[in-house]
């Protein structure tokens, strides 16, 4: 684990996450990477998440990453008790950040209105498939069928095959960017005076919608519907992936007129390098087949490793397809800081580090994802003043665990 003599930028706030699996817990562990206080509450079952995937001494090693820095507290949000508590730490919060389907929260007496009228300074945080509003909003919206509506699916693949889904749940990962990207808008709004609290409303597949770049304005200005090229990007040469002899591949962004140049120059077609017709972008998208043939052609004739030396020598950018081994050994990954290590029983395992990086104020992995429940008495104690007692009897409704 990192250590740093502040706080984060964010220490002071305050956050209580609601909803499990990716999109919610994601948006607290960024918040809670900068120094905010997260409050998580789970259901007695605990949030899916800490048994998903690759499981360790019966806890998922992405749950160590995923859970950093939170508190956490056992509440059944099933029970009128436990919806009583969730209201009086709402009531104690600057942010909550839930992600459950439209409607829930209104439905236990905890949607925006009912927790404006005791604490109006919230800033309350909705993650959904599509949205607090609109026709399809009631429908279920995992990340990958909003991929899939977003437009962001259709690009990601190759022609006259089926689309390919990054083995990611991106949808969710860029959803809680952008729900962090609104709570940080809307407490500056409330540093300056300008509201108070106020809902953010991120919906999965508008999230992904903010990615398509030109795709909205081509289609409407020119009737153009960008389809999917596979390794390359549509209108922009030569920026392709190319298999090398050792197998490998690497990436080649030569698109620059002069970087074109430079590349051409590099793997010993200089005739090319000079030709007019291939002297801005225009004419290489026209020849767009017999530059990426002759690319691939001298990639496949040399090791990954040369390759890669020869065109940085050449200042083209280039660089080689990582996987977490490659990542993991690489100089500049490790001193870049992009890996933490945290005590995990008796052992210890590495979780990402977050970004951005903040020179004066920067974030830090605290502890790794706590135990169910961990946190429960410290929680109702020092944030809500319960007494011994009054949690006893908590538990023995059933509400708190």
């Not at 605990?46 to 507290?73: C, E, F, H, M, P």
């Not at 104690?92 to 389907?101: A, T």
């Not at 437009?151 to 960017?177: K, M, Q, T």
């Not at 020869?310 to 990542?327: F, H, K, S, W």
Request: hydrophobic share 35%; net charge negative; charged share 25%.
């Amino acid at each position: 684990m990192t250590e740093h003599n502040n706080p984060g930028p964010l220490a002071g706030i305050r956050v209580l996450e609601l909803g499990q699996l990716l999109a919610g817990p994601f948006t607290a562990s960024i918040l809670g990477y900068f120094g905010a206080e997260i409050i998580k509450v789970e259901p007695p079952e605990g949030d899916q998440i800490r048994r998903w995937r690759i499981v360790k001494d019966d806890t998922a090693l992405w749950w160590y990453s995923l859970g950093r820095n939170k508190k956490s507290i056992v509440i059944d949000l099933k029970s009128e008790e436990g919806r009583a508590l969730v209201k009086e730490l709402a009531n104690e919060c600057d942010v909550l950040i839930e992600n459950f389907r439209p409607g829930v929260m209104e439905n236990w007496g905890l949607g925006p209105e009912d927790l404006k009228a005791t604490n109006p300074e919230l800033i309350y945080t909705r993650i959904s498939g599509y949205g607090q509003t609109g026709p399809y909003s009631t429908k279920p919206g995992f990340a990958s069928v909003c991929e899939g509506i977003s437009g962001f699916r259709f690009l990601n693949g190759f022609p006259d095959e089926a689309p390919v889904r990054p083995n990611l749940s991106i949808g969710d990962s860029i959803a809680s960017l952008h729900a962090v990207i609104g709570i940080l808008m809307s407490l500056t709004a409330k540093l300056r005076n300008r509201a108070s609290g106020q809902v953010v409303d991120v919906a999965l597949y508008e999230s992904m919608f903010n990615l398509l770049e030109g795709v909205i304005p081509e289609y409407s200005g020119a009737g153009v519907i960008r389809q999917p090229s596979g390794t390359t990007v549509t209108g922009i040469v030569p920026t392709n992936t190319y298999r090398c002899e050792d197998g490998k591949f690497v990436v080649i962004g030569g698109n620059g007129d002069s970087i074109f140049k430079r590349l051409m120059i590099a793997i010993g077609r200089e005739d090319m390098a000079n030709d007019p017709e291939l002297a801005d972008n225009a004419g290489r998208v026209t020849h767009e087949r017999t530059i990426d043939k002759v690319l691939a052609s001298w990639c496949s004739s040399l090791p990954s490793k040369t390759v890669i030396a020869t065109l940085e020598e050449a200042r083209v950018p280039v660089g080689p397809i990582y996987n977490a081994e490659d990542m993991f050994k690489d100089p500049h990954f490790q001193a870049r800081g992009l890996f933490e290590e945290v005590p995990v029983g008796d052992d210890t395992i590495h979780i990402p580090a977050i970004t951005p990086k903040l020179s004066e104020t920067p974030g830090a992995t605290r502890w790794p994802g706590p135990k169910l429940g961990e946190h429960s008495d410290r929680v109702l104690k020092e944030v809500l003043g319960k007494s011994d007692s009054a949690i006893e009897s908590l538990r023995q409704t059933g509400a708190v665990r």
